[in-house]
């Protein structure tokens, strides 16, 4: 089985969904609400083992209870968490989201303490590849110092805010709009990608929500057309499906094109993680896509 290597942040998600995003300092009453694990590392682990892969977390947590739930979610998914390492005074991450009525989300995020107590990567097991978010930068320098080691992919889900320094070693990088604009300080997209080209030797793509994906060496992929009904956790879903397909030696068009359906498909349903699909469920999907996802 393909196993991939995921660092970086994993943390417990409360979700509220309201009708439209609260614009006033004043209580409000949600229609629905889900605590579920999150995190992008985390989520992203969860997709790979949902898509048939193998995944190996690093993360850090604290000896707390959402310490507890974390690691008793991941065991549920069959994610393998063996490196995830709780500091007994280091406290836990969680959220608060808001999911409006049309699956748009806002999130308000407090990563935890204790990140100098993160574990090393270099004792995982074999792994095919690996996948670390910006997060904590130390365990992603470390995470794809391993990847360059083993002669394995390293790829970036470059969420904002990302720093290049950290992500020099990096085989890929795929930001999203706001990771990219953030960087470059552009709007444009396919200049932001080119400026970013210029200075570190990474294959690059940008992921743009229902705009698709745009990458240097591929151009446009667009997504196949959804309802979305909640867009939290799309983007972990992405960068699971694309690190699982490149480490199953796909080429990276058919990769974005998989990582395209894998998260389409998910933002048509709410949920949480029990929202992600199975391979069986995004292979059906994308096969249903396929004509859109081959426009250029």
Known sequence: MTRILVAGLATIDFLFHVEAMPQRAQKYRATDALMTGGGGAANAAVAIARLGGAASLVAGIGEDRVGDMILADLGAEGV?????????????????????????????????????????????????????????????????????????????????????????????????AQGLMGLTESSDLPRALEAVAAQIGSWLCVTDGAGGVLSRSDGAVPVP????????????????????????????????????????????????????????????????????AKMR
Request: proline share 6%.
């Open 80 to 176: 393998d968490t063996a490196l995830v390492w709780r500091r007994a005074a280091g406290r836990s991450a969680f959220s608060s989201v808001l999911i409006d009525a049309r699956g748009e989300r806002r999130i308000v995020n407090f990563r935890g303490s204790g990140e100098d107590a993160l574990p090393d990567p270099d004792c995982a097991p074999p792994v095919d590849a690996v996948l670390t978010d910006t997060r904590f930068p130390a365990l992603t320098r470390a995470a794809l110092r391993l990847a360059k080691a083993r002669g394995v992919p390293g790829i970036v889900d470059g969420e904002h805010p990302v720093d290049l320094a950290d992500v020099a070693e990096a085989s890929h990088i795929a930001f999203s």
């Open 225 to 292: 057309p959804v309802e979305a009904v909640d867009t939290l956790g799309a983007g972990d879903v992405w960068h699971g499906a694309f690190a699982l397909r490149l480490a199953e030696g796909a080429d990276e068009r058919t990769a974005m094109i998989f990582a395209n359906a894998a998260a389409s498909l998910k933002c048509t349903r709410s949920g949480g993680r029990v929202s992600y699909p199975v391979r069986a469920e995004a292979e059906a999907f994308q096969a249903r896509g396929e004509p859109l």
